[in-house]
């Protein structure tokens, strides 16, 4: 078993996966673009950005618009200094810094941020 695609509902799908193309270095998917969807290939899983309306097509009118944070993406980072240089990555690009880089009570190198529509995600490097 493995997640195939996981996906931010997007006010402007271009721009925000634009964002994390550039931060994370991520090649789009182009076989799956379309008017209301752009995926990135993060190793093997798609991280899919799609439009509000996708509510709708899923049967998810409930949870359109969504509220609370029930969720948030982690990006694992090859060490401590990448876990800071792709924060600063972020930040410049948008990012709001919710948590600087600390070490965590797991013992890995961590920041935590809100992308510039204001999902959280953090950036980590386990030890």
């Known amino acids: 078993m ?12 271009a ?8 931060v994370f270095e ?4 182009i076989e799956l673009r379309s008017d209301i969807f752009v995926g990135l290939d993060i190793g093997g899983t798609t991280l899919g950005f799609s439009a509000p309306v996708v509510y709708e097509m899923l049967g998810l009118q409930e949870w ?6 029930r969720q948030y993406l982690t ?3 090859d ?3 990448d876990v800071d240089r792709l924060t600063a ?11 600087p880089p600390y070490e965590t009570y797991y ?5 935590v941020l809100a992308d510039p529509e204001g999902n959280p995600f953090r950036i980590n490097h386990f030890r």
């Open 75 to 77: 990006f694992e980072a």
């Open 64 to 69: 359109a618009p969504a509220t609370g944070t």
């Open 26 to 29: 991520l090649p789009e998917v």
């Open 107 to 111: 013992g890995a190198w961590q920041s």
């Open 2 to 13: 493995r997640i195939s695609l996981a996906s931010i509902v997007a006010d402007d799908i």
């Open 89 to 99: 990555a972020a930040a410049a690009r948008g990012a709001r810094l919710l948590h």
């Open 79 to 81: 060490s401590d200094a």
């Open 15 to 22: 721009a925000l996966s634009a964002f994390y193309a550039e």
